[in-house]
């Protein structure tokens, strides 16, 4: 680390040290079923979400945590695996990891290298450098995580949860008392292939954009995208990047979408306080929001376009995929496309029934369809798979009293923005999503331990001055 980073590490412990009050501790241990202190809270992933969590629970001294999260030290979240943008896609200024102090901040971390002018050029965050931030943040803060540790299932075990793991010494189970699920798209990935082309195309030659890929591979090929999100474009262009001779996005929407409404929610009223919003609110903005679509960045539209190798088609479903001995043929419409490979960039699935390590909560939260009914015009299969919420972003009960463990689990992850905001599980939201999470890790930890509290309490009168000077 270089010295301005260190010093800059030194500036933000201090400024939590001035921001320490109330530093007292307060959680109560509780020993597991196999006679161990169980976690305060086992937060699973650590990435940009997990951390943050970790750094506020830590901060108000909940101090018996773990981040686990299934990849290699440093290799956490996208950024360095699947990620394909040469950017970030969201604002340059955001902010959330840093919890409101700016020695923790993504731009500190950059002046302290390139100084105060090379921020005010930038346009938006490079996406290694990202991770680069991530990592310093990790190890200034101190933040305890455990790499390679993959979830593996979550079962209630009396007041906390049984979490059982693969880890390369093999399987363990941890304890924990709350449950914070911060796995992003590394748990999530993408729309899995569909089974009948991958039995149709030999080994290798159909791809899922959201696996890690060597583009290098891609030299001098043609290459067939489906999708038309940021994820698409993204794709084309790495792959152009490493030497693909074309590559085409085919979109199934007759045109690109090419508004953002989400960059227009991004204000103080819309990421604080779009959980007090009616449900059928909610919902009618969800749905407003899928039949726009979303555009890509405009920088990332841009690179592609200005390839000579890049094509897009509209209107071009893949109806039929097949190949022919020698390249893959691709019936899109009423197009007949040839290609070397291809590649799916379909979106990332949400439904936590989709996550096979999440079965029990699938099996007992609530829905959106459990709770609510949308009118004929705004019915939408796939946002009533989305979890129902509280605003602490925990899940609820599908039938009462049934599971009440769940509200000892919330969840980041994608699926929860119908609940808690379109943008809230992006770094668009941290600042107002993951001091929600915190307080209901704290909350329920409070309430837990409040007939121990009440002891306390009563019995000691907890004298501020002696009892003799009182009565003089």
């Not at 002018?117 to 305890?144: C, H, I, K, Q």
Request: charged share 20%; with cysteine.
């Amino acid at each position: 680390m270089s010295d301005a980073l260190q010093a800059l590490a030194a500036q933000a412990l201090r400024e939590l040290d001035i921001q320490s009050y109330p530093a007292a501790p307060w959680v109560d241990p509780m020993l597991g079923p196999d006679g161990q202190e169980a976690l305060d809270c086992a937060i699973i992933g650590a990435g940009q979400f997990g951390l943050t969590i970790a750094a506020g629970l830590k901060r108000e001294q909940v101090s018996r945590i773990m981040c686990f999260d299934a990849a290699e030290e440093g290799a956490e979240g996208p950024w360095v695996t699947f990620a394909r943008m040469t950017m970030l896609r969201t604002p340059k200024y955001l902010t959330g990891p840093d919890l409101g102090l700016p020695s923790l901040s993504f731009r500190a971390f950059w002046e302290a290298q390139h100084g105060v002018e090379a921020w005010d050029s930038l346009f938006r965050v490079p996406r290694t450098a990202w991770m680069d931030y991530l990592n310093w943040y990790r190890g200034t803060l101190g933040l305890p995580v455990r790499n390679q540790w993959r979830l593996m299932g979550i079962q209630p075990a009396r007041a906390m949860m049984e979490l059982t793991f693969d880890t390369p010494a093999g399987a363990r189970k941890i304890f924990a008392r709350s449950v914070a699920l911060a796995m992003g798209g590394s748990c999530l990935a993408g729309q899995a292939v569909p089974p009948a082309v991958a039995a149709a195309l030999p080994e290798g030659r159909v791809l899922n954009a959201y696996d890690p890929l060597d583009c290098g591979a891609l030299a001098g090929q043609r290459v067939g995208i489906l999708g038309g999100s940021a994820t698409a474009f993204d794709m084309a262009n790495a792959a152009l990047a490493a030497g693909a001779r074309r590559a085409e996005i085919s979109l199934r929407r007759p045109s690109l979408p090419y508004a953002n409404p989400r960059r227009w929610m991004e204000n103080a009223g819309f990421l604080a306080h779009y959980f007090d919003l009616p449900d059928a609110t909610k919902w009618a903005y969800a749905h407003r929001l899928n039949k726009i679509g979303q555009a890509p960045p405009k920088p990332t539209w841009e690179m592609a376009r200005a390839h000579p190798g890049f094509a897009m088609h509209l209107d071009a479903p893949w109806n039929d995929i097949s190949w022919n001995g020698q390249e893959v043929v691709v019936r899109a419409g009423a197009k007949t496309l040839r290609y070397d490979r291809i590649i799916f960039a379909t979106g990332m699935r949400t439904a936590i029934e989709d996550i096979p390590c999440l079965a029990s909560i699938a099996a007992q939260a609530a829905l959106w369809r459990d709770r609510y009914t949308p009118p004929a015009e705004l019915a939408e299969a796939g946002m009533g798979r989305h979890p129902y919420l509280d605003r602490y972003a925990s899940f609820q009960e599908r039938a009462p009293g049934q599971a009440p463990w769940l509200r000892r689990v919330t969840t980041a992850m994608g699926g929860a923005g119908l609940s808690l905001g379109p943008v809230a599980t992006s770094v668009s939201g941290m600042r107002y999503v993951v001091p929600r999470i915190v307080d209901g890790v704290k909350r329920q930890l409070f309430l837990d331990q409040q007939e121990a509290d009440w002891a306390r309490f009563t019995a000691d009168i907890h004298a501020e001055i002696p009892k003799e000077a009182a009565a003089a």
